[in-house]
């Protein structure tokens, strides 16, 4: 470019000089101006020069034209890359958040299957304690007779069975046997003749828990007594009644009775 505005100066200096040598010329009418040789080949290079550089200049406005609209192109592309690593990021943070959310979602989802599952057990166990009844009630049942006195203690069978739900008395055994763990009531009723003593005792396994007893008398021609007791029994735990040697109960469908039920599963 600045050789090109050198050779402009130097044309221009040329053209100026054949101007002043022509006004030393004189013209003559109807006559054609003429030029000395190199003055116009040099003038015809300096036309052609001036349209190159006009060529050129047009072509550099052109180029620094693009190159701006290409600069604010970059500008506007870097910032939608700005805009879209912002959107990215945000995008980045709301998925953590979501699988933060995610997570606590799980766990409070696993804590109440756990409580779920915890309260299912409960109402299962609650639905096995109501479906768990035991209740008996038995007499002697030996049709209006004396049931003693023996020489040793006896277990004492009630045969008339009354009620027996759950099946946990035994009609053949006189043996109570408990089907499940918990708390049991137990009553135990006689009525006997007074020339002899009535003797009960009421045994949890081997171990004596309660009993009722009255003495032989001559002026009192009958007896009745009972007794009752909360007992405390695993499953398989045994009670019955024991008739104690040397004593008697009377012996009817009605008066001489053993009893009990659960209370309360443990």
Not at 50 to 56: G, L, S
Not at 223 to 237: C, I, K, T, V, Y
Request: aromatic share 8%; proline share 2%; glycine share 6%.
């Amino acid at each position: 470019m600045n050789c090109a505005v050198l050779l402009f100066v130097l044309l221009s200096s040329s053209l100026i000089l054949a101007q002043d040598d022509g006004n030393a010329i004189t013209e003559k009418p109807d006559e054609t101006r003429t030029c000395q040789p190199d003055m116009c080949d040099l003038l015809m290079a300096f036309g052609a020069m001036k349209e190159k550089i006009a060529v050129m200049e047009t072509r550099l406005k052109n180029s620094e034209t693009r190159l701006k609209n290409s600069e604010t192109r970059l500008k506007d592309s870097e910032t939608r890359l700005k805009n879209s690593e912002t959107r990215l990021k945000n995008s980045e943070t709301r998925l953590k958040d979501s699988e933060s959310r995610l997570n606590s979602s799980g766990t409070r989802l696993k804590d109440s299957e756990s409580r779920l599952r915890n309260s299912e057990n409960q109402l299962l166990e609650v639905r096995n304690k109501e479906r768990t009844k035991v209740i008996f009630s038995a007499a002697t049942g030996e049709g209006g007779q004396d049931i003693g006195p023996f020489n040793t203690d006896k277990t004492l069978i009630y045969r008339r069975v009354i009620t027996n739900i759950g099946y946990a008395y035994s009609p053949h055994t006189g043996i109570f046997v408990a089907p499940v763990a918990g708390v049991y009531y137990f009553t135990i009723f006689y009525h006997a003749g007074g020339h002899e003593q009535a003797k009960l005792r009421l045994y949890k396994n081997s171990q004596l828990m309660i009993m009722t007893h009255d003495h032989q008398t001559e002026a009192d021609r009958a007896d009745n007594g009972g007794n009752a007791a909360f007992l405390q029994l695993q499953p398989g735990d045994q009670v019955y009644v024991v008739l104690a040697a040397n004593s008697h109960v009377w012996g009817t469908n009605y008066h001489t009775t053993f009893s009990g039920f659960l209370v309360t599963q443990m």
